[in-house]
Structures are given as structure tokens and as C-alpha cells.
């Protein structure tokens, strides 16, 4: 079980570093925003599973779970109002494609 | 009634995060507050989640942001970050609410997808790769969300009404 833990967590772990790595990497706002919030998702997910197994108590179990769901809102809700506020500060900043996925093949 | 079912769960909430129901001198106000707060803010009007269909719902969400962070984690340690970014104008068929507004929020969360603004029906999304059949993803999510709130199944309108990627 512990190495199952420890899968979890070095897993998780490595998720937070690719997003931040996305964040540096990634050419402008939105792009960065879409590798921080879906790559700490999953990498907090996967912490709080490696996790849970640890807990000594039901309340301290539902604890971690909560932490990931208020940062799933918090970062579902952020990545919104970020990307809000940036399109309305600069209404070109959404990248024009203008032609359609078939044609792009 | 909303006010008991709001001090049931704010209650339970203060259960888990005191690890065991403690201080309830500080979480008794602490709840009856935030219930009160609750019920002044909740319109009657609103539309309701229907909690027989949250596990399912649930479930496709967790194999969803798998594959989301999956997804962005492989584009990133590409020598090239593989991005190919877009703007995709998505009719939905949710109607105005809380539907609609989950919908924008979870779409955050799913692979290669963003919401920035709304526009009447349209949900304006920042696509991470057009070349992906985002729109196809967009719809089951919405089908998902349709069930979660008991809404009819609306007439998923066809996809030419989807201009993908138009400036």
C-alpha cells in the first residue's frame, strides 16, 4: 500500500511541476492558463488519493477531499475570470483561425 | 426547507473541518449565518440537480480531467509545445442559469478546452488545438449536464451550427 502511496504522490508531484513547466513554456495567457489549472487538478487529485490511505480519522479523509473540491472551483471559477478579463481587454487577443479543422488537415 | 437542508450541510461542514465536531460555539452562529445567507441568496426560480445522477456525473468528470491533464501534460514535454490555439464559438442548448454556467466552468477543467465569455447561445471557448473534435466533446458534456439537471433532452442542434474555429 505504501508504494502505492508514494506512486500517487511522486505522480501528483510530477503533474504540478508540468504545469508549472506549461506555464513558463506556453506563448501567451490562455494557453498557460488551460496547463495550470488541468495539469494541478489532476496532480492535487492525485495527492489527495496518495494521501487519503493516511488519514487517521473519517473527518480528516473528507477534509483532503474537500481541499481538492473547493480548488477544483476555485481554479474552474479563476480560469474563467482571468480568461474573462483578458479577452475584454483586449477583444483581439483570442487567436483568429480562420479556417476550419478539416482544412487545417 | 431550504434553510434546514442548508444547515444540514453547512453542519457537516463544519464537522469535517473541525475533524470531529468541535467549537460549536464558534460553528452553531457560524452556521446559522451561512444558511441565512444561503436561503436570502437562492432563487426559487433556479434550476435543480437532480443528486441521483452526481455519481455518474461525477465519474465522468474525474475520467474526463484525467485525460485533460494528461493531454496538456504531453503537449507541454513535447520539444515544440504541441499547441495549435483557436477560438470556438459553441451554441449550446442549455438554457440561461445554473446549467449553463457549470457548463463554462467545467469546460475549463476538460481536455484542451476554456471558456471566456458568453454571447447569447454561444459559448465562446479558447481552444487548445483545433485540429482536436472539441465540439463533439462539448456536446456530450452538455448532454451530461442536461441529465444532472433533468432538463429534456434538448435538441442538440446539428454541428454545422457550430462554427468551429471563426474569427
Redesign the interface.
Known amino acids: 500500500m505504501i508504494y502505492l502511496q508514494y506512486l500517487l504522490v511522486g505522480a501528483g508531484c510530477l503533474f504540478f511541476i508540468v504545469g508549472t513547466l506549461g506555464l513558463l513554456r506556453f506563448p501567451d495567457t490562455f494557453t498557460r492558463i488551460h496547463a495550470i489549472t488541468k495539469a494541478d487538478n489532476l496532480g492535487l487529485g492525485l495527492l489527495m488519493l496518495g494521501l487519503l490511505p493516511s488519514t487517521e480519522s473519517l473527518p480528516q479523509a473528507l477534509k483532503l477531499i474537500l481541499i481538492w473540491l473547493l480548488v477544483l472551483a476555485a481554479s474552474a471559477t479563476a480560469s474563467y475570470l482571468i480568461a474573462h478579463y483578458v479577452k475584454a481587454q483586449s477583444p483581439d487577443a483570442l487567436p483568429h483561425a480562420d479556417t476550419t479543422s478539416e482544412e487545417q488537415d | 426547507m431550504h434553510f434546514f437542508v442548508s444547515v444540514l450541510l453547512t453542519g457537516s461542514?463544519w464537522?469535517?473541518?473541525?475533524?470531529?465536531a468541535q467549537a460549536w460555539w464558534i460553528g452553531g452562529p457560524a452556521v446559522l449565518l451561512a444558511s441565512y445567507v444561503a436561503t436570502r441568496l437562492h432563487h426559487p426560480d433556479s434550476q435543480r440537480i437532480n443528486w441521483l445522477q452526481v455519481p455518474l456525473f461525477a465519474l465522468f468528470f474525474?475520467a474526463q480531467?484525467?485525460k485533460?491533464?494528461?493531454?496538456?501534460?504531453v503537449?507541454?514535454?513535447r520539444i515544440r509545445?504541441a499547441?495549435?490555439?483557436?477560438?470556438l464559438y459553441y451554441r449550446t442548448s442549455l438554457p440561461p442559469g445554473t446549467a449553463r454556467y457549470l457548463f463554462?466552468?467545467?469546460v475549463?477543467?476538460f481536455?484542451?478546452t476554456?471558456?471566456?465569455?458568453f454571447d447569447h447561445d454561444q459559448v465562446?471557448l479558447?481552444v487548445?488545438d483545433?485540429?482536436?473534435?472539441i465540439a463533439m466533446d462539448c456536446r456530450r458534456l452538455e448532454r451530461r449536464i442536461a441529465r444532472l439537471f433533468s432538463l429534456p433532452p434538448a435538441a442538440i442542434p446539428p454541428t454545422s451550427l457550430n462554427k468551429?474555429?471563426q474569427?
Open positions: 461542514l464537522w469535517i473541518l473541525t475533524e470531529g474525474l480531467s484525467l485533460a491533464g494528461v493531454d496538456v501534460a503537449r507541454t514535454l509545445p499547441i495549435n490555439p483557436g477560438t463554462g466552468s467545467i475549463g477543467l481536455p484542451g476554456l471558456c471566456t465569455d465562446i479558447h487548445l483545433t485540429n482536436a473534435d468551429e474555429a474569427s
